[in-house]
């Protein structure tokens, strides 16, 4: 590591407590998001944050690094009450917070987001090359080659969660909060992080890590704890638990993310995917998809996994007529009609659709209620002789609502009101309401607790049986082994091997070209 992360950590021993929060309480209204929550943060230690979409995680971290204002109970850092203003406030404190959603600018640069609102300045303004020194050592410390002076949009979204994670390790902390630091990043991204995470521990830096990947997470925990409903329902060691004790104490006992839907025929081939090519990144030389074919038919859900850069996106966006990158040769047809002439909403009306891996900038529209983001993708079915039909929408809204088991005070409310789980339920009802033949989805799961996705993967297998062709990608082998009936790998643009339900882990780990842990 270089001296690029400041630490002014005080050298008391590790484990005590540094940060308390007492009975916690937080209202929305008539919503209790936190029912009395007592928290501690040990110094110098890792405390993960267990528990599903909607438990109330992400508030008491907002709490904690003054985002939020409690709606009673006190918080003491290093044994003196505090009651934090802002965020600056518990910045000035030593908190930081790696937000679950993005907030970067995207139109700005990597060093411009790093800095912003904090700029070096000197007597004749802003020391612009202090700031790319800096931010260049930053993307050496998490081994990622990024210029400074790269736009944030020109950025993958792995790429951008590491330029999250580099502006809050810039920052004196002696309390770093990460929340859901890892949902964007591939495998050797999340290994430099953890060596990161050990050498900040190291120094007296106290982590708050939550993630949903719970395998992940039990390398670098220390203590865990897991809120469900906005209360504390189990804390332990790190020496005290393992995968069952967190899903038991999550979701309760007897979990799985489900099995194959089976008791019927799949259909004729729904998609047909024939020797596609899509053009790589400039200057990379490689195509990001190469002559690749696959056909789904009806009925039939397929994962495709592979890592990260191995072109499932690209496969995805180019199917669904997304065009960032060209696509060089191949068709695409959907129940034999070629796709070629047409755009993303003429592929959505033939029956065509994407959920897309980024659902904040590609699937919801923040300034937008639930209902409306439910019904966007829809609009031309209750257009009645060039006037809305609002009986017809609110028709539409309230039965997708249902459909896919959105939790939410109801079609008026705020989409940023709803949990990342529920929000991702709202982008795959919004395209199941457009009435498709085939639904692709990339991560569906990203950034989803473990009931979500159970609901997720469940809601997947219903319409399956109903006809639906089913598409998804992941980066997360367990997820392949759940409801799929055929597991497609992909490596390097190809598809490197096919497996049934009945695959080993290995094999398919083997096949992607990702190291097996013996």
Not at 38 to 46: A, L, S, T
Not at 144 to 166: N, Y
Not at 393 to 401: K, N
């Amino acid at each position: 590591m270089s001296t690029a992360i400041p630490i002014t950590a005080p050298a008391e021993a590790k484990g005590s407590v540094l940060l308390s929060a007492r009975d916690i309480v937080k209202s929305y209204g008539g919503v209790h998001a936190l029912k009395g929550v007592n928290f501690e943060i040990h110094r110098g230690k890792v405390t993960t944050l267990f528990g599903e979409n909607g438990a109330g995680k992400s508030t008491l971290m907002k709490i904690l690094s003054g985002v939020e204002k409690p709606t009673s109970g006190e918080i003491e850092l290093d044994g003196e009450r505090v009651a934090f203003v802002s965020a600056s406030d518990a910045r000035d404190h030593g908190i930081s917070i790696i937000h679950q959603e993005l907030s970067l600018a995207p139109n700005l640069n990597v060093r411009d987001n790093i800095f912003m609102g904090r700029e070096l300045r000197t007597p004749t303004g802003v020391d612009f090359a202090g700031e790319a020194r800096q931010t260049q050592a930053l993307m050496a410390d998490l081994e990622e080659e990024i210029d400074p002076m790269t736009l944030i949009h020109d950025l993958r979204l792995g790429q951008q969660q590491v330029v999250e994670i580099a502006r809050a390790l810039s920052v004196d902390s002696r309390i770093l909060i990460m929340d859901e630091p890892t949902s964007a990043l591939s495998a050797s991204e999340v290994e430099v992080l953890f060596r990161v995470i050990r050498d900040l521990t190291s120094r007296g830096v106290s982590i708050v890590y939550i993630s949903h990947h719970l395998e992940e997470a039990l390398q670098v925990t220390d203590y865990a704890v897991v809120l469900r409903d906005g209360r504390i329902t189990a804390t332990a060691e790190r020496k005290d638990i393992d995968l069952g004790w967190i899903v038991r104490n999550m979701v309760g006992e007897n979990f799985d993310l489900g099995s194959p839907p089976t008791g019927y025929a799949f259909g004729e081939a729904a998609l047909d995917i024939d020797d596609l090519s899509v053009a790589g990144e400039s200057g990379t030389g490689a195509p990001a998809v190469d002559h690749l074919s696959l056909k789904v038919r009806a009925g039939e859900i397929v994962c495709i996994y592979g890592l990260m850069g191995a072109g499932r996106t690209e496969l995805l966006e180019a199917v669904a007529g997304r065009t960032r990158l060209p696509v060089t040769g191949g068709r695409v047809l959907l129940e034999g009609e070629d796709m070629a002439s047409l755009g993303i909403a003429e592929r959505i009306a033939k029956g065509l659709v994407l959920v897309p891996e980024d659902r904040q900038r590609d699937g919801l529209v923040q300034t937008m209620s639930v209902g409306s983001n439910l019904s966007l993708a829809s609009v031309r079915s209750f257009v009645r002789r060039l006037l809305m039909s609002p009986a017809a929408e609110r028709d539409l809204v309230g039965e997708s609502i249902r459909n896919v088991h959105v939790k939410t005070a109801g079609a008026g409310a705020s989409i940023r009101s709803l949990s990342g789980g529920n929000q991702q339920k709202v982008v795959i009802g919004k395209m199941l309401a457009t009435g498709p033949k085939v639904i692709l989805l990339d991560e569906p799961s990203r950034g989803i607790d473990i009931g979500a996705k159970a609901e997720v993967f469940r809601l997947l297998a219903e319409n399956a049986k109903k006809g639906l062709a089913v598409v998804y990608s992941t980066s997360e082998v367990g997820e392949c082994l759940s409801v799929a009936h055929r597991i497609v790998v992909m490596r390097r643009g190809k598809i490197s091997a096919e497996f049934g339900p009945d695959a080993n882990k290995d094999d398919i780990m083997a096949a992607s070209g990702e190291a097996v842990v013996v």
